[in-house]
């Protein structure tokens, strides 16, 4: 997983089968994300605000399910 920035967003990755996985800073919640192309990560990627492309092109428009924690 990436570190993204302080913002919204804490950690991205993608597993190159149409997954994304995000965990936000608020909640810690982590979501995976399905179908999603790989030009769409791409582009979120070299994006100025990775929030806010998360925000616009892929958040609601990609069928997600919270995963759940991890135990240590």
Do not use: W
Request: proline share 7%; net charge negative.
């Amino acid at each position: 997983m990436s570190n993204v920035d302080p913002g919204a967003i804490g950690q991205i990755a993608y597993d190159g089968r149409s997954r994304l996985f995000v965990t936000f800073n608020d909640s810690g919640d982590s979501y995976t994300y399905y179908a999603v192309p790989v030009p769409v990560y791409e582009d979120m990627i070299a994006s100025e605000s990775i929030p806010s492309f998360f925000s616009r092109r892929i958040q609601n428009r990609y069928s997600s399910r919270k995963r759940e924690p991890l135990d240590h």
